[in-house]
C-alpha cells in the first residue's frame, strides 16, 4: 500500500513557474514508477511525465522542455517543476506511483495559470 500527497499547486501568471511535490508512504518508493497526470475540465486525464526506477523520464509532447520530473528517494518524493506555464496548463495535477499491476493516486492539486 502507498500513500501519496501532492503540494504546491496554485495559481500563477502565465510564463511563471510552480513546483509540484508529491510524498510518498507505506511501502519502498524507490521500487515504483512516478508519474504525474493532469484532467482539465471537460477533458480526459494525460500523463504529463513519467519516471522510471532507474531515473529515465519521459514527458507529454506538450510539456517537452518546460516540464522536469525528478525523484528523491532518500525523501519518498517526485517532484515536477513547471516553467515557461500557459493557460492550457491549467488542471488537476495528480502524482501515480505504479509497481506491476498496482496503481495508486494522490488526491491532486490544482494549478490555475491566469492573468
Known amino acids: 500500500q502507498v500513500q501519496l500527497v501532492e503540494s504546491g499547486g496554485g495559481l500563477v501568471q502565465p510564463g511563471g513557474s510552480l513546483r509540484l511535490s508529491c510524498a510518498a508512504s507505506g511501502s519502498i518508493f524507490s521500487t515504483y514508477v512516478m508519474g504525474w497526470y493532469r484532467q482539465a475540465p471537460g477533458k480526459q486525464r494525460e500523463l504529463v511525465a513519467v519516471?522510471?526506477?532507474?531515473?529515465?523520464?519521459n514527458y507529454a509532447d506538450s510539456v517537452k522542455g518546460r516540464f522536469t520530473i525528478s525523484r528523491d528517494n532518500t525523501k519518498n518524493t517526485v517532484y515536477l517543476q513547471m516553467n515557461s506555464l500557459k493557460p492550457d496548463d491549467t488542471a488537476v495535477y495528480a502524482c501515480?506511483?505504479?509497481?506491476?499491476?498496482?496503481?495508486?493516486w494522490g488526491q491532486g492539486t490544482q494549478v490555475t495559470v491566469s492573468s
Open positions: 501515480n506511483a505504479a509497481l506491476g499491476f498496482k496503481a495508486y
Open positions: 519516471i522510471h526506477t532507474g531515473g529515465s523520464t
